[in-house]
């Protein structure tokens, strides 16, 4: 059985310009479902939750590879 990708390791594989453009597909899907919940037009209560826990882990990826940087520098 084919071992399901997780988001996290899919954002680690990205460069980061990918990040970048996700990171704004994310936002702007943030966005997006807030405006449908406040008119009482959502679909799905839970994604925008979800949505919000994608912003998350690839905001984490972006200051792991920070932090990265930065130790590279020092040493």
Known sequence: MAEKKTKLSSFRDMSPEEL?????????????????QSTGQAQDPYKLAATKRDLARLLTVRRERELAREAGHRS
């Not at 597909?25 to 966005?31: G, M, N, T, V």
Request: net charge neutral; no cysteine; charged share 45%.
């Open 20 to 36: 970048g453009r996700e990171e704004s597909e994310l936002r702007d899907a943030i966005w997006k479902l807030r405006l449908q």
